[in-house]
């Protein structure tokens, strides 16, 4: 079930400048949606010798850190601190509170630094129930969404979610598929006019789609067609943490070189059914923009 706009917002929040982008981000978003906003701070923590925690804040020390964080964004906001493993305590928030959309901050780490030091953002993504908004750059407008597709099920709801937001936001929506076999997919644009036709009629009018096809790389097509976009949108998928240490999936790649937000969204198992029922399964050779 595709829920947007959210009305619960969680900000995953530890005083960074990555984190305070990411508060800029949902705040902007939230005064858009008239969602509810909730800060998450995670002290984290590993286990040492003696496979014992640490004993972590003090009473006096959650309530400084609350007074300070509240002072950065606000005394109406929620402030909620755990501690533990970041990404896992987040995630974990989300699911039992249900949330309806996760902001994080990214710094984008590649390479062999971001396989050492791993990535909180791509973590969150990796295992979460709802979709993530991982924030970057500065805060403007929502006036066009990039959706990258490649005509596949899951690739189509990620399409339906990017159209639904699109529709709220009162923005532009751009579909993209870039292909390296342009002779074996057949007539693109008459693909792309068939999907975005497929929308619920009053969201098809709202978000003004068009489309573009492209031949080459899909993470070098995607990074060249985000520019005048705003967000980019693309479904999550979780895969091998050691096959992806270094190349990562479509997403992950995008999300580490990319100048603005990317929107990562999971599909639910349901949804996924439901898709291949309506539509068949999608050719097996078709590119993976996961």
Not at 63 to 86: Q, Y
Not at 129 to 142: N, T
Not at 151 to 173: D, I, N, Q
Request: proline residues 6%.
């Amino acid at each position: 079930m595709i829920r947007f706009p959210p009305k619960k917002i969680l900000v995953a929040y530890d005083l960074s400048d990555a984190s305070r982008t990411a508060w800029r981000h949902a705040a902007a978003l939230a005064g858009s949606c008239g969602a509810a906003l909730e800060v998450v701070y995670v002290e984290p923590w590993q286990a040492g010798v003696d496979l014992m925690p640490p004993a972590g804040l003090t009473a006096s020390g959650i309530r400084e850190l609350r007074e300070e964080i509240r002072a950065r964004v606000g005394e109406g906001v929620k402030v909620t601190i755990l501690d533990g493993d970041p990404a896992r305590s987040v995630v974990g928030h989300a699911r039992l509170h249900r949330a309806d959309l996760i902001v994080v901050g990214t710094h984008g780490r590649r390479g062999l630094r971001r396989a050492v030091l791993g990535s909180t953002a791509e973590a969150v993504i990796r295992t979460s129930p709802v979709p993530v908004l991982a924030a970057r750059g500065e805060v403007r407008e929502i006036r066009s969404i990039l959706a990258p597709v490649n005509f596949t099920p899951y690739s189509e709801y990620g399409f339906a979610y990017a159209a639904a937001a699109s529709a709220v936001l009162s923005a532009g929506l751009k579909v993209l598929h870039v292909t390296d076999d342009p002779v074996w997919s057949g007539n693109l644009q008459y693909r792309l006019t068939s999907l975005i036709h497929r929308l619920p009629p009053q969201v098809l009018k709202s978000c003004r789609p068009e489309s573009e096809a492209a031949v080459g790389d899909a993470v070098k097509g995607i990074l060249k067609a985000r520019r005048g976009q705003d967000w980019i949108v693309l479904v999550a998928h979780g895969k091998s943490l050691i096959k992806d240490a270094f190349f990562g999936t479509t997403l992950e790649q995008v999300l580490r070189r990319s100048s603005i937000p990317v929107l990562a969204v999971p599909v639910p198992s349901r949804a996924l059914h439901a898709l291949r029922v309506a539509g068949g399964a999608a050719p097996a050779r078709e590119r993976s923009l996961r």
